[in-house]
Nanobody, 126 residues
Framework: VQLQASGGGLVQPGGSLRLSCVAS????????MSWFRQTSGNEREFVAA????????HYSDSVKGRFTMSRDNPRNTVYLQMNALKPEDTGVYYC????????????????????WGQGTQVTVSS
């Protein structure tokens, strides 16, 4: 399995960005695909997740109402649309995949995931 994340960049506060994550080699019809972010000196923080088994999408409280996760199944791609960006959204964003179904308590824990993309930098600054 390989994950390729892209779409990061520099944006002013209040602006928008859309991140993409292309997955290849996924063999399970049941999976959890998530986005995490990390700033220097901090652990990876859960941002959003899609659980295929439950067809459910979940968001951290800090991004709920501003970020939307979607997917394009024929292209094996998930997106993270980020609106109303704030300086505290700055970080390296990673997509992650678990082949199978994660329960909610596991979904937000980085070590639950089998595979990670390379990360894409998002900087929100004026």
């Amino acid at each position: 399995v390989q994950l390729q994340a892209s779409g990061g960049g520099l944006v002013q506060p209040g602006g928008s960005l859309r991140l993409s994550c292309v997955a290849s080699g996924v063999t399970s019809s049941s999976y959890t695909m998530s986005w995490f972010r990390q700033t220097s000196g901090n652990e990876r923080e859960f941002v959003a997740a899609f659980r295929r088994t439950h067809s459910s999408t979940h968001y951290s409280d800090s991004v709920k109402g501003r970020f939307t996760m979607s997917r394009d199944n024929p292209r094996n791609t998930v997106y993270l649309q980020m609106n109303a960006l704030k300086p505290e959204d700055t970080g390296v964003y990673y997509c992650a995949l678990y082949q199978g179904g994660l329960i909610l308590s596991q979904m937000k824990i980085p070590t639950s995931y089998h595979y990670w993309g390379q990360g894409t930098q998002v900087t929100v600054s004026s």
